[in-house]
């Protein structure tokens, strides 16, 4: 079974400056999607950034950027230019690409404990 | 309007009560799920459906029963509450084709507590 490891509990960062989140996963697949998710005070999910393992460019959504490291099954978030509206709940999330609907649960998300993240102004 | 949407958004119950969540989504997605978050164990999967015939456990099943009442429709119940099952409760739904099929799109969440 897959597993998504978040190894920082709780982060701080300084309005605008970078902050980066670490994610370990492990699988013995090949193709899989990974996906940051941002869950504020309102307790909304909010997916913030996906990534193809198949793909070797990491990803970029604006300020978020991740860099994604297959061999070492490394998968981290960077926040740059950090912003008050930014702090929040983040979670890895991982999610095999298998086709197999026999294998019951090919499309279900696997999540991370999550990393609390504090913007101070 | 919101795409998933989830009812009640907050409930308290006590214990031994039949307690029942629903979810509705408008985004004509065939996959739903149901899953639980727990604070510091981040979200857990419960169950989960590909379609209205098609229903599945998820890791954390006992205690919970859903019925998929239509593509639409997805409701989760707890049978006899107990005060461990006190969690925020998300549903989630996901296409089967195209590029959203890759993303899942959570509702507003359900805050569950059982005295």
């Known amino acids: 079974a897959q597993t998504v490891t978040q190894s920082q509990p709780e982060m701080s960062v300084q309005e605008a400056e970078t902050v980066t989140l670490s994610c370990t996963y492990d699988?013995?697949?090949?193709?899989?999607?990974l996906f940051w998710y941002k869950q504020p005070p309102s307790r909304q999910m909010i997916l913030v950034i996906r990534?193809?393992?198949?793909?070797?460019q990491n990803a970029t959504e604006n300020r978020f950027s991740v860099n994604f490291q297959k061999a070492a099954k490394s998968f981290s978030l960077k926040i740059s230019d950090s912003q008050l509206g930014d702090a929040a709940m983040y979670f890895c999330?991982?999610?095999?690409?298998?086709?197999?609907?026999?294998?019951?649960?090919?499309?279900?998300?696997?999540f991370g404990k999550g990393t609390k993240l504090t913007v101070n102004p | 309007d919101a795409d998933v949407t989830q009812t009640p958004r907050n409930r308290i119950t006590k214990t031994g009560k039949r307690i029942m969540l629903e979810c509705s989504q408008t985004?004509?997605?065939?996959?739903m799920y149901w899953y639980r978050q727990d604070p510091g164990l981040g979200l857990r999967l419960i169950y989960y459906?590909?379609?209205?015939?098609?229903?599945n456990k998820g890791e954390i099943s006992d205690g919970y029963s859903v019925s998929r009442q239509a593509q639409a429709k997805f409701s989760l119940s707890l049978e006899s509450a107990i005060p461990n099952q006190t969690a925020l409760y998300f549903c989630?739904?996901?296409?089967?084709?195209?590029?959203?099929?890759?993303?899942?799109?959570f509702g507003p969440g359900t805050r569950l507590t059982v005295l």
């Open positions: 989630a739904t996901s296409a089967i084709g195209g590029r959203a099929r890759n993303e899942q799109f």
């Open positions: 699988t013995s697949e090949s193709d899989y999607y």
């Open positions: 990534q193809e393992a198949y793909k070797q």
């Open positions: 999330a991982y999610r095999s690409a298998s086709h197999a609907l026999t294998q019951g649960g090919s499309e279900k998300l696997v």
């Open positions: 985004k004509g997605h065939d996959r």
């Open positions: 459906s590909f379609d209205v015939k098609d229903i």
